[in-house]
Nanobody
Framework: QVQLVESGGGLVQAGGSLRLSCAASGRTFTNYFMGWFRQAPGKERAFVAAINWSADITYYADPVKGRATISRDNAKTTVYLQMNSLRSEDTAVYYC????????????????WGQGTQVTVSS
């Protein structure tokens, strides 16, 4: 049974930083992409960042470019999202996802999802 467990969310002041982690288990993830999405209250789920298996390709949504860094540790089957210079508009539930996707930002192509971790940025 595949399981994705996110951690690292919490309450942070605007301008601060957070590092989210997502540990995947239950199968091998060779050649799988890992991504982060978020859903703010009253809004649809939105792509944040994604990374390929060999970690030489990353892709970021425009709202987080320059402030976010995605990385992965395949030995630990874990993906990370470092978020800096946090803004109130970054407040959302953050989800990690894993899949053999053709389009890194397409959430419907990801096969497995975590339960999410809340990030709240206070201004």
């Amino acid at each position: 049974q595949v399981q994705l467990v996110e951690s690292g969310g919490g309450l942070v002041q605007a301008g601060g930083s957070l590092r989210l982690s997502c540990a995947a288990s239950g199968r091998t993830f060779t050649n799988y992409f890992m991504g982060w999405f978020r859903q703010a209250p009253g809004k649809e789920r939105a792509f944040v960042a994604a990374i390929n298996w060999s970690a030489d390709i990353t892709y970021y949504a425009d709202p987080v470019k320059g402030r976010a860094t995605i990385s992965r540790d395949n030995a630990k089957t874990t993906v990370y999202l470092q978020m800096n210079s946090l803004r109130s508009e970054d407040t959302a539930v953050y989800y990690c996802a894993v899949g053999r996707v053709a389009t890194m930002w397409a959430d419907d192509q990801y096969e497995y999802w975590g339960q999410g971790t809340q990030v709240t940025v206070s201004s």
